[in-house]
């Protein structure tokens, strides 16, 4: 394999020109992702402890974290282009020819004396699609285990969570469904089971 190592032959492998531009994609969906991961951590703190003062006067004044977007991005590569034959079977959307790139940068042009001015320049803009008015509307199930039905009702209705008690049932709430920490949508309804005061395991 010369003196050549693994990841320096990989860089010089030519890959499809959607790959590379789905790469950069990749890059910056994962950079939307950890934003929107952060805005969601927020929202299901301040949403499912109760007992924390701070939390209360937040969910209060009815606070909402801020969703944070990138815009667009826009992607410069300098590659060269080749086209390669595909497997000779041709479909009515499908030539079977592939337009392939290679990045060029200084190392490739010192490594084979490529002229960068030869290169050819690839520019492509990423848009993200605007959030759903769905997921401003998301509400986290709260800790309400050991409460009393009629409190924990009083909660959710300050939350915005739409629920009924099984069968109506009065007493200390036993379990959610779905459960403390779950994401429920506008259309979402959270059920919750109930046991008598001095049932077992009851406070």
Do not use: C
């Amino acid at each position: 394999m010369d003196d050549q190592t693994l990841p320096q032959l990989l860089d010089d492998v030519p890959a499809a020109l959607g790959e590379l531009i789905g790469a950069v994609g990749r890059g910056v969906a994962d950079a939307q992702q950890a934003l929107d991961r952060s805005t969601i951590e927020q929202i299901a703190r301040i949403y499912s402890d109760l007992d924390d003062d701070t939390q209360a006067h937040l969910r209060a004044i009815g606070y909402q974290p801020t969703w944070y977007k990138i815009p667009e991005a826009t992607a410069e590569l300098m590659v060269t282009l080749s086209v390669a034959g595909g497997d000779g079977v041709q479909h009515r959307s499908d030539t079977g020819v592939r337009l392939h790139a290679t990045p060029v940068d200084a190392n490739y042009a010192n490594k084979y004396s490529f002229n960068l001015q030869a290169a050819s320049k690839v520019t492509f803009k990423i848009v993200p699609v605007p959030p759903t008015a769905q997921a401003e509307e998301i509400r986290v199930v709260p800790h309400l285990d050991g409460r009393a039905s009629t409190e924990a009702a009083q909660i959710l209705d300050r939350l915005g969570i739409r629920h009924n008690l099984d069968d109506d049932a009065e007493g200390e709430v036993d379990s959610t469904s779905p459960s403390a920490g779950s994401m429920l949508g506008p259309d979402d309804v959270l059920t919750i089971k109930t046991r008598t005061a001095n049932a077992p395991g009851a406070s």
